[in-house]
């Protein structure tokens, strides 16, 4: 069948609690390509706005609803895919019966049940756009008010007519995202205090029993979304806004990405699940005008802690990417990036990471902040194992403020003091960093003690209270360490620390009537291992002379076993499991039993213990694989016993610890010298910059660019520089500074480039987009100057990109090269926010080269260089900017074209994977003018020569 509504307004309209009485109705049209409701409105609407019910590939287009009861656009039976919703506004939207909350401060919700006052339970939760099923394209839509602006519930199986349908990898909760771009939300998620948000990925409604009434709850449910063969894929949210909100995006989903982000005036922006990506991002905490509580503001208390962006605390996988942190205030108790941290029983295993940071006009003590941390950093709770234990891999050096150093940070305890020179305390957020060299790396073992390690309080043996112990069962420390130092560990086994190098293992509880404090008759070590390839933890116990030992390695879900044995010493001591790789091994010298813990997944036959590690954009946090638990039974007979507990017996042996580790990667490394004192003064200004910009950001334009006019340069070329801002510019050093930019993409260098000994070569790229990044520290509203050698085997263009605040900027490079010859780009940009630089071009499956790249900030001059001589094209070009006017059209339909054309999505227009979508906003024209700065070529008459190629 077919339904279009054009220009028709419905008030005062549906009928509570009605079956199929609702303003608007696609009802079981099935695909409905050519049925539509555009240009209309509803108004003081009794039950919903707009319902399409089973019913596929429809349009639903620049529709408003105002003050509307129950689930405003509404996505009936959770099998309605493919349809066009895009340019509707959804505002004062009204949960029906007592707004869905959580009683208390937990992740449970609230739970209704189908009755006559309550059709659909999850009306509780009523919301500006109720999105049963993911894959269709939502955008270009605005929510105000409602329990979410954006609701996406989990439903296992579809409902209502369609309850009977089991479409497996396609059932609802099954599904991704078709697109989801360029929507906001704002004055919403305060029905439930801890976990409402702008964007809602959670909740579940089903029929009870398979056919029965439905039943929804409100909290915390996960999504496993898969393609329809099964394979893993992600949740995108992209060019999306929230504002004035309780938290912005709230995604309890096993995968997601979140691109193109801004939030303002919220109390935590986002809140991610599983494996989650969050990329190119304005965290803006509170908008100038509203900085003391007043006006729109009136909501929040200006003095509640809020924070940017807080990191889970166990078994998840956390990236944040080029992300500007904007006015967090001490005064306020804000906090840029904060950790969960309030368990002893839920511990973090290196599971967080972050690239590209910036902080404008904040104070530096909000960067990071610990909060249970115990009395060392202030507070007044005794420290939990998760604060104790968190860390974050810092990959170049914007969150620890030391730009282009790979750095982890840790917590406050000196268990993140590496007795190797390399790790410094920052007072100003009570913690720890390293250096992070490419021999370290951490890693997270479970040693278990029976009887005491277990995972809840038992029998007396310790005070807890829920998930809180008021009892350690020993410490961890690094070789070299005092026995003061390191980490106390929680009766919940789990400990994440600096790997490949070696830990001591103390067993010591002293808790009313139990005292233990010696070396276990028998431990284990597992089951779960987090471990990247290539690293290991000698892991150390003290035991008496004479001690023997039986020691073995088990695969709980029967694994090939890879092989384990007994060592010398010098083996399980090895430095470097890259190059001189042990395995699992182990080594008893008479007083410290040595067992080198690796993740045995890794050396199975054919196995991959890389398969579960989150990758994105070159940055990396590993994942779990494999289940195995390493097993040692120590006997000593005639040794004095301490005490005896729970089987074991525990040895006494003096509190010792071997020499300090011999980490093979340069160990006693220069001591950090702080540039904190500066980023106070470039961060915090007087007069801070305006709050939200309306509309997303412009991208890259797709108008026409001025094209090289002149011939071949000659003379000298620019060779390795001295005040360049690329690290490693000219590729003497490989790789190192750059990152490959794509998932599949190889970096190499090779020999005889034409500014030395060796240039970048990039392959394996599946798309234009993908190449090669880095992300220099640069000064806001400064012009800079770039330069470089590209190569390709075919004409095609080769250029770089600079991405600044959402948006797209290439300063040189957009027009083609001459295939197989080395030609050199140069451009200018003015930096508007800290860029993330990677260079693209050329299609799909095409390799390019690099050399000679520079960067540098114009009123300087050209950085000192060595000069070679060489022949290349020289272009020149300002940056390409687009002016757009007002829109305005007369569609009856939106027009739809997929093609290398250009995608207009309200007043923001961009070029995405050389395919367009022009979508017509209400009456509108498009009118596009694109300018470019002049193009100056400058030719000298010199020797033709020819650089061989690659």
């Not at 956390?318 to 029983?345: M, P, V, Y």
């Amino acid at each position: 069948g077919q339904g279009r509504f054009s220009g028709v307004e419905a008030e005062n309209m549906g009928q509570l609690n009605v079956l199929a009485r609702y303003p608007f109705h696609l009802h079981a049209l099935g695909d409905a390509s050519h049925s539509y409701i555009q240009d209309c409105s509803t108004v003081n609407s009794h039950f919903r706005g707009v319902t399409i019910h089973a019913t596929n590939a429809a349009r639903l287009s620049r529709h408003v609803a105002y003050n509307v009861k129950g689930n405003c656009y509404y996505l009936e039976d959770g099998v309605e895919e493919r349809n066009i919703i895009d340019f509707n506004l959804a505002a004062f939207v009204h949960p029906i019966k007592k707004p869905a909350d959580d009683g208390g401060g937990g992740q449970g919700g609230d739970s209704a049940n189908e009755a006559g006052d309550l059709l659909v339970p999850s009306d509780i939760a009523a919301s500006g756009f109720y999105i049963s099923n993911s894959y269709n394209e939502v955008y270009g839509n605005a929510a105000s008010g409602g329990w979410s602006g954006f609701a996406f519930p989990n439903m296992p199986r579809p409902t209502g007519i369609s309850r009977d349908q089991n479409n497996g990898n396609r059932n609802p909760l099954r599904r991704p995202t078709l697109r989801f771009s360029h929507n906001s939300a704002h004055s919403t998620g305060f029905y439930w205090e801890t976990h409402g948000s702008a964007m809602y990925v959670g909740a579940w409604l089903e029929h009870q029993n398979g056919n029965g009434p439905l039943w929804y709850n409100s909290g915390r449910h996960s999504r496993d979304t898969v393609t329809p063969d099964g394979q893993q894929t992600f949740m995108d949210f992209e060019h999306c806004k929230v504002f004035l909100t309780n938290k912005g995006i709230a995604h309890w989903g096993d995968r997601s990405r979140i691109i193109n982000f801004e939030a303002h005036d919220f109390k935590i922006s986002a809140m991610l699940f599983g494996q989650a990506y969050m990329k190119n991002g304005l965290v803006n905490i509170r908008t100038p005008g509203n900085r003391e509580g007043n006006g729109q503001q009136d909501w929040l208390d200006v003095d509640i802690d809020r924070c940017g962006f807080q990191y889970y605390d166990t078994w998840t996988q956390i990236i944040l990417n080029q992300i500007t942190f904007k006015n967090f205030r001490e005064a306020h108790g804000d906090s840029c990036i904060r950790s969960l941290d309030h368990s002893d029983s839920e511990t973090p295993q290196a599971i967080n990471a972050a690239k590209g940071l910036a902080f404008v006009d904040t104070d530096i003590s909000t960067v990071f902040k610990l909060e249970r941390c115990g009395p060392d950093c202030g507070s007044n709770e005794i420290s939990t194992m998760t604060t104790r234990i968190y860390s974050i891999y810092d990959y170049d050096g914007t969150l620890v403020q030391r730009p282009g150093v790979r750095s982890i940070l840790g917590s406050n305890t000196k268990w993140w003091n590496v007795p190797d020179g390399s790790c410094q305390y920052q007072a100003q957020w009570k913690c720890y960093h390293c250096e992070w060299p490419d021999n370290r790396e951490q890693a997270y073992i479970e040693p278990r003690l029976s009887g005491v390690s277990e995972e809840q309080c038992f029998g007396g043996l310790g005070r807890c209270q829920g998930d809180r112990a008021f009892y350690s069962v020993g410490r961890m420390r690094h070789f070299g360490q005092s026995p003061n130092e390191g980490v106390r560990l929680a009766p919940w086994s789990g400990v994440t620390g600096i790997a490949n190098t070696g830990w001591l293992w103390r067993p010591k509880v002293e808790d009313g009537n139990v005292n233990i404090n010696g070396a276990p008759s028998k431990f284990s070590v597992g089951r779960l291992i987090v471990m990247p390839k290539d690293t290991f933890v000698v892991l150390a116990v003290r035991y008496p002379a004479g001690t023997t030992f039986n020691v073995w390695l088990h695969a709980e879900y029967g694994e090939p076993i890879p092989n384990f044995s007994q060592k010398s010493k010098a083996a399980v001591l090895t430095p470097n499991e890259k190059t001189n790789p042990q395995g699992p091994c182990w080594h008893w010298d008479g007083q410290y039993f040595y067992l080198r813990v690796v993740n045995p997944s890794c050396y199975r036959q054919g196995g991959d213990c890389n398969s579960r590690d989150l990758v994105q954009d070159g940055i990396r946090v590993p994942g779990q694989l494999g289940s195995y638990i390493y097993h040692v039974q120590a006997n000593c007979n005639g040794c004095g016993v301490q005490s005896s507990y729970g089987g074991v017996n525990y040895y006494s042996v003096p509190d010792t610890s071997p020499p300090a580790f011999n980490t093979g990667g340069g160990g006693n490394l220069p001591q950090i010298t702080p540039v904190l004192t500066q980023f106070r003064d470039q961060c915090t200004v007087t007069n801070p910059t305006q709050g939200p910009t309306q509309g997303p950001t412009s991208g890259p334009t797709g108008g026409p660019t001025q094209g090289p006019t002149g011939g071949p340069t000659a003379g000298p070329t620019q060779g390795p520089t001295v005040g360049n801002l690329f690290t490693n510019g000219g590729f003497e050093s490989g790789t190192s500074g750059w990152s490959a930019f794509g998932e599949g993409v190889s970096l190499s260098t090779r020999d005889n480039g034409p500014e030395g000994s060796k240039y970048l070569w990039v392959s394996g790229r599946t798309d234009a987009w993908m190449g090669v990044a880095q992300s220099p520290r640069l000064q806001v509203g400064t012009e800079y100057s770039i330069r470089c050698q590209v190569y390709a085997q075919q004409s095609t263009p080769v250029y770089p990109t600079f991405q600044m605040n959402g948006g797209w900027t290439q300063p040189a490079g957009t027009d083609a090269i001459p295939a197989n010859r080395w030609t050199q780009i140069e451009g200018r940009i003015t930096i508007t926010a800290q860029p993330e630089i990677f260079f693209e071009g050329p299609p799909a499956n095409v390799p390019f080269g690099l050399d000679g790249c520079v960067l540098w900030k114009t009123a300087d001059g050209f950085p000192t260089v060595a000069t070679t001589t060489t022949t290349t094209t020289t272009t020149t070009k300002a940056p390409t900017t687009t002016t757009k006017a007002p829109t305005t059209t007369t569609e009856a339909q939106t027009t739809r074209t997929v093609a290398q054309t250009t995608r207009t999505v309200g007043q923001t227009t961009r070029t995405v994977a050389q395919t367009t979508r022009t979508v017509a906003q209400t009456t509108a024209t498009v009118a596009t003018t694109a300018t470019a700065a002049p193009t100056t070529t400058t030719t000298t008459a010199a020797p033709t020569t020819t650089t061989a190629a690659p």
